[in-house]
């Protein structure tokens, strides 16, 4: 299958102070970058997962333009390129179709849309946060570790407007090499630390549109 592991999707509503806040989350745990400089199937698979996450993602926004969409979850994939698929452009809507491989490597092939789909384009949070702190997980190699951000939570505009606060918990990444072996400590227990997006519905909102456009009673 395509997805592996399937988008999982929360439709909720978030209500307070008489206003009603329909919102999505999107869930994606995406291929990884394994072999992807060796196998042109790994390369094509992580096109096509994001490409179908973004279907989803514009279908929505078609629908219904004033409904805040965020995604979350491990992309394994960079905030950049990583010169065979840009996996975060192609689900934003930002991706440069000449800057990636994967679009020369199938350029032939009738069935291969190479097209960004998404727009209005998504936002990155992890722009806002100091370079230095832009890492949710450590690549280790056999002389040193390499901090990168495969963790990404994106939102549309409806969603970006609420953006309160944005960061990465160090449960892992930071934490001494040694407690991988330490049954008696759940720190370093993974090789990828969460992030946690707070959003503030109806701050600096105009009251005449808290309720989405809908008519005051």
Avoid at 88 to 114: C, H, K, M, R, W
Avoid at 138 to 163: E, G, K, P, Y
Avoid at 174 to 195: K, P
């Amino acid at each position: 299958p395509l997805h592996d592991r399937p988008t999982l999707t929360l439709e909720g509503r978030f209500i307070v102070d008489g206003a009603d806040w329909p919102f999505v989350v999107m869930n994606n745990h995406l291929r990884s970058l394994s072999n992807v400089e060796s196998e042109a199937r790994v390369r094509l698979k992580r096109h096509e997962q994001a490409q179908s996450v973004a279907a989803k993602v514009q279908a929505r926004q078609a629908a219904d333009p004033n409904l805040p969409i965020i995604l979350v979850g491990d992309k394994n994939a960079f905030e950049f390129t990583d010169g065979y698929v840009d996996v975060i452009g192609l689900l934003s809507g930002t991706s440069v179709e000449d800057q990636n491989l994967v679009n020369i490597e199938n350029a032939d092939d009738p069935g291969f849309d190479p097209s960004n789909q998404v727009t209005p384009t998504l936002f990155n949070p992890l722009v806002r946060l100091p370079e230095g702190e832009r890492y949710s997980f450590l690549f280790r190699q056999s002389t040193r570790s390499v901090a990168q951000t495969l963790d990404h939570a994106l939102l549309n505009r409806a969603a970006s407007r609420f953006i309160s606060d944005y960061g990465y918990m160090r449960g892992n990444a930071d934490y001494w090499l040694g407690f991988e072996d330490d049954d008696s400590t759940v720190a370093r227990s993974s090789d990828h630390d969460g992030l946690v997006l707070v959003l503030e519905p109806g701050r600096d909102i105009d009251l005449l549109f808290r309720d989405r456009f809908e008519e005051q009673p």
